[in-house]
């Protein structure tokens, strides 16, 4: 049996981003859960920790959005 | 690549009418030449390039040009959004020594910001920064910044020192981590921060262009004006959190630019 039951077409690389954006969504996830906790720990310190958790969500955004970059990069 | 591509899609295209859903993709962001000057050929986004620095420059010239101990209504708007970037980004970052560099953090913040917003502007409806050279050539200057910071405040072994060799690890993890550290600083800093910037705008242009192509496309039959108008709806929300991205972009190119700075201004241990 060589014919196939069934067939995608269009590019591997949406799969591709799919995947990719697996780590970063859970990154993100922790970065902003720990960051409401713990403005709901220490209001006074909301001003910091807004940076920094929207510094962290920058850098790991990063990695997803590399991902699709190269998905209209690669081609095929 | 036909001439009717180069018009964001296919118009005459609807739903059951044998033609697939026009997509949007690389194709909608390459413009046809609006003008010349000289040999130069302006298309859309290099118009609205030096549209937005026009703004911004006449906007600052016209609040600050002449200033008052106390300010008038348009000085105070200006007053309010340059306190925002001193205060938010500055001062959070880099503390008392970050007051120089607060010009730079505000020509960036502004100018990332207003590139970004002609996205949801009506009749320009294309944020200039999803053409990665702009972003780059941005990054490249907050590049040259932190380098130079970094060479002037630490000399040329200590700024190497700054870049590569952070300070008060055990020693066999240094091996490891210094040539990580110098790829970072040197090569991912501004490759990242030029990508992120491009890639959301990029990402979020393709976003509004298959809720309105969407909209245009599901549109004619009794069917599909239910879901033009689902659509259209998508579109309208979109456009709202699109709004909040251009600001939230244009905020972290600036935290990272300050924060980038003022690694570069820490003396060598």
């Not at chain 2, 600050?64 to 708007?77: E, M, S, T």
């Not at chain 2, 060479?151 to 952070?166: A, D, E, H, K, M």
Request: hydrophobic share 55%; charged share 10%.
């Amino acid at each position: 049996m060589s014919a196939a039951l069934a067939a995608v077409e269009g590019s591997v690389n949406t799969i591709g981003f799919g995947l990719a954006a697996i780590g970063p969504g859970v990154g993100i996830g922790i970065i902003f859960g720990n960051g409401v906790q713990a403005i709901a720990r220490q209001p006074e310190a909301t001003a910091v920790i807004r940076q920094n958790m929207l510094l962290g969500f920058a850098v790991v955004e990063a990695l997803a959005l590399m991902g699709f970059v190269l998905a209209f990069a690669l081609g095929g | 690549m036909s001439n009717d591509q180069v018009l964001a899609f296919e118009t005459d295209c609807h739903l059951f009418k044998d033609c697939g859903f026009p997509a949007p993709s690389e194709w909608s962001f390459i413009f046809e030449p609006l003008f010349t000057i000289g040999s130069f050929e302006v298309n859309k986004p290099m118009a609205l390039v030096f549209l937005s620095t026009v703004i911004i420059c006449g906007f600052f010239w016209a609040a600050f040009a002449r200033p008052k101990v106390v300010p008038g209504k348009f000085q105070l708007v200006a007053e309010v959004l340059y306190d925002f970037v001193r205060r938010g980004v500055a001062r959070e970052t880099m503390g008392k020594k970050g007051e120089p560099y607060v010009p730079l953090l505000v020509s960036l913040f502004f100018f990332v910001w207003i590139m970004n917003i002609w996205a949801i502007i009506p009749f320009a409806q294309f944020p200039a920064t999803s053409i990665i050279a702009y972003p780059a050539a941005l990054a490249l200057i907050v590049w040259c910044t932190y380098m130079y910071l970094t060479f002037r405040t630490n000399g040329l072994v200590g700024g190497i020192r700054n870049l590569c060799v952070p300070s008060g690890l055990p020693k066999g993890i240094y091996v490891i981590l210094t040539p990580i550290e110098f790829i970072s600083a040197v090569f991912i800093r501004p490759l990242t921060l030029t990508v992120r910037l491009f890639a959301n705008m990029f990402a979020g242009h393709l976003l509004l262009l298959v809720f309105i192509i969407g909209t245009w496309y599901t549109l004619g039959t009794v069917v599909g004006t239910f879901y033009s108008a689902t659509s259209l709806i998508m579109t309208l929300l979109l456009t709202v959190f699109e709004m909040f991205i251009q600001a939230l972009q244009a905020y972290v190119f600036t935290v990272l630019t300050a924060s980038y700075i003022s690694q570069a201004l820490e003396e060598a241990h």
